[in-house]
């Protein structure tokens, strides 16, 4: 990862290693925005190094038994702890068996070697309009489980999580600590495509959930916040054969989806790539 910085260097700052997730709390309220949370630290090390966080303390979750966590209960759902790395989801069979949405992403979101340190919660936690995880977990129904100091526990909808470029929905004395994936429903089809030709980042990403008449649609890299095409989603509900709504689908999101331009790309330029990667998808989903 690189935003074109002339640093090579990390700044200097104080390495903590809490052993519990309540040590970690207390240090985080004692230090305030001074600490930040590390579950891989391949991002957040990467922004010290390119001078974009400052960080006087750097706490290292990795110590902690509880967030390690990935446990899978049928009926129920998944659930991911923050210092999971992709590596080991990747190798979880349930995963590619019936989470294929999270299973494509994982497959694009780093290379091998670095699947072994990277985490989802990481990637999530970024935030950043080019990382993959938010989209398939939003079609996927996915809740942030997040703690601070003195037991106090909320959630947060993966849909909600990503309030800007580079901000998400924690507070300053708060870790995300996992991330519940619901059981998908029975018979439902996942799947995310991503187009990033030419870059490190991706131009335009899709994850998509079809489920009967229930389609679900997130699209990434196009704007600062993950974005719901909630209109093309309505027309699955609608009568038609499938291929008949598909391009009806196809038709509203180019109607009402606007991607930003960027060094990346134009607008226009990635409204084309969303037809393309979109109709995949869909071909994906359904079949033909």
């Given at each position: ?5 002339s ?5 200097r700052?104080k ?9 970690a ?6 230090h305030?925005?001074?600490a930040?949370?590390?579950?891989g630290g391949v991002?957040l090390?990467?922004?010290?190094k390119?001078r974009?966080v400052?960080a006087?303390?750097?706490?290292d979750l990795k ?6 966590r ?14 999971v ?5 990747e ?6 068996e019936?989470?294929?949405a ?10 091998p ?6 985490t989802?919660m ?8 080019w ?6 977990l939003m ?8 703690s601070?100091a003195?037991g106090a ?6 849909k909600?999580?990503?309030t800007?470029?580079?901000e ?7 870790i995300?600590t996992?991330?519940?994936?619901p059981?998908p429903?029975?018979g439902s ?5 991503k187009?990033?030709?030419g ?5 335009a ?5 079809a489920s ?6 997130a699209?990434?890299c ?7 095409p ?11 054969g499938?291929?008949e ?5 196809l038709?509203?999101?180019?109607e009402?989806?606007?991607?930003f ?7 226009e330029?990635?409204k084309?790539i969303i ?6 998808l869909?071909?994906?989903l359904?079949?033909?």
């Amino acid at each position: 990862m690189s935003f074109g910085s002339s640093y090579f260097t990390l700044p200097r700052f104080k390495y903590e290693r809490p052993g519990s997730l309540e040590e970690a709390l207390e240090l985080l309220s004692e230090h305030g925005e001074e600490a930040k949370p590390m579950a891989g630290g391949v991002g957040l090390l990467a922004f010290m190094k390119e001078r974009l966080v400052d960080a006087k303390y750097v706490l290292d979750l990795k110590g902690i038994p509880e967030l390690r966590r990935l446990e899978y209960e049928r009926g129920s759902g998944l659930t991911v702890g923050a210092t999971v790395t992709l590596g080991e989801l990747e190798e979880y069979p349930i995963v590619k068996e019936r989470y294929g949405a999270l299973y494509d992403a994982i497959r694009v979101l780093s290379d091998p070697i670095l699947r072994n340190r990277s985490t989802l919660m990481g990637d999530l936690c970024e935030a950043i309009p080019w990382v993959d995880s938010p989209p398939p977990l939003m079609v996927l129904n996915a809740e942030v489980g997040v703690s601070k100091a003195g037991g106090a526990t909320r959630t947060v909808r993966a849909k909600d999580f990503i309030t800007g470029a580079a901000e998400n929905a924690l507070q300053p004395d708060e870790i995300a600590t996992s991330i519940f994936i619901p059981e998908p429903p029975d018979g439902s089809r996942s799947a995310y495509l991503k187009f990033s030709a030419g870059t490190e980042f991706g131009i335009a990403s899709v994850a998509g959930l079809a489920s009967g008449r229930e389609v679900r649609l997130a699209y990434g890299c196009i704007a600062a916040v993950p974005v719901e095409p909630v209109e093309a989603e309505e027309v699955f509900r609608g009568a038609g054969g499938v291929n008949e709504l598909m391009n009806r689908a196809l038709k509203v999101i180019d109607e009402t989806v606007e991607p930003f331009t960027d060094t990346l790309g134009t607008a226009e330029y990635r409204k084309n790539i969303i037809q393309v990667i979109t109709g995949d998808l869909f071909r994906r989903l359904f079949g033909g």
